[in-house]
């Protein structure tokens, strides 16, 4: 395995989290009455919770250069309890894939019409076009990818957050609605954040260098992402449909984010003895199976998956500090 200058993790990690359901999360915490001192509150309990639980993780992948399945395989003796949270990886990520999957198609329906049988080909269409770079180029994909994708997300960012104090709540804090903010956006990349993040620091040896990137650009996509939901206080269609530079943006944000999803898994489906090829073609028809079921109750099945998120995330993330304050060397 090449390994890689800290400063890429920037760029692959930001492609990770560029999440349009940020947005989403975003404009709900808006419409809920949140004050923006909630808002930064909460944010910032969220982030800072993710990287304290990420730390051990991004630790001990850059050290054994190893990811997140082959340091299970190191470091957790039961060989059944091993497969279960190697195999809970592509369980979860097949879930975003068609979350993801399917919303990039809703995105661009409206220019392709209401015909069930062009959604189905879309879906299925963009599960396997989502897949290929990732197959072939792995790691440096990740990492172009997320060039582009940055670059997008300054871009939509800047054209349209327009803050207005009228339209802004000031001044109020309740513990109850902040608290319940922090979990929402917790929910969102904790899972990735002890999971995934290890199959991008394995390709790094500098770990405090490594991670410093990994906090820069987990702090600075879901922030900006999420400050545009909350003060643009719409919904994503309507906010592709304003113009073409928010359309590419959001479909930009949902390519490098699958693209990620997939290498992730596939990182994984190799450890349990599945081949790249047979991981192209079992993983995108999961998914299209699963986009086409899910469509009419999107944002239920969305609303159930992130709260899911959060409670398997926060006890794989404190494993791995168990297990990195018994490493010795470490």
Request: net charge positive; with cysteine.
């Amino acid at each position: 395995m090449k390994l890689q200058k800290p400063s890429s993790l920037f760029w692959s990690w930001g492609a990770y989290v560029f999440l349009p359901i940020n947005i989403i999360i975003g404009t709900i915490i808006s419409s809920s009455g949140a004050s923006i001192e909630e808002l930064i509150i909460s944010l910032f309990m969220a982030l800072f919770i993710m990287m304290i639980l990420a730390y051990p993780a991004v630790c001990l992948s850059s050290i054994y250069e190893k990811n997140y399945s082959q340091s299970v395989r190191c470091f957790l003796k039961n060989r059944r309890v091993a497969v279960f949270f190697i195999f809970l990886v592509p369980l979860i990520s097949v879930g975003w894939y068609a979350i993801q999957t399917t919303m990039f198609v809703k995105l661009i329906q409206p220019y392709i019409g209401e015909k069930p049988y062009i959604f189905a080909l879309l879906v299925i269409g963009m599960s396997y076009i989502f897949a290929l770079g990732v197959t072939k180029f792995e790691y440096s994909w990740l990492k172009n990818a997320g060039i582009v994708g940055m670059l997008f997300l300054i871009i939509m960012f800047a054209t349209n957050i327009i803050i207005r104090n009228s339209d802004i709540k000031h001044g109020t804090i309740r513990i109850n609605c902040v608290l319940d903010y922090t979990i929402q956006i917790l929910g969102t990349w904790i899972f990735s954040s002890v999971t995934c993040i290890m199959d991008i620091t394995s390709h790094i040896k500098e770990r405090k260098k490594g991670f410093k990137y990994i906090i820069l650009a987990t702090f600075l996509t879901n922030i900006l992402l999420i400050a545009l939901g909350y003060f643009i206080n719409t919904n994503i269609e309507a906010m592709a449909a304003t113009s073409i530079v928010n359309l590419i943006a959001l479909l930009v944000a949902i390519w490098t984010t699958n693209d990620s999803n997939f290498y992730s898994t596939m990182r994984s489906l190799e450890e349990l003895g599945l081949s790249k090829k047979k991981t192209l073609l079992c993983v995108p028809l999961i998914s299209c199976v699963l986009s086409l079921l899910i469509v009419e109750k999107f944002e239920t099945y969305l609303i159930e998956w992130l709260s899911l998120m959060s409670w398997v995330g926060i006890p794989i993330g404190i494993m791995w500090w168990i297990i990195y304050l018994k490493e010795g060397n470490v």
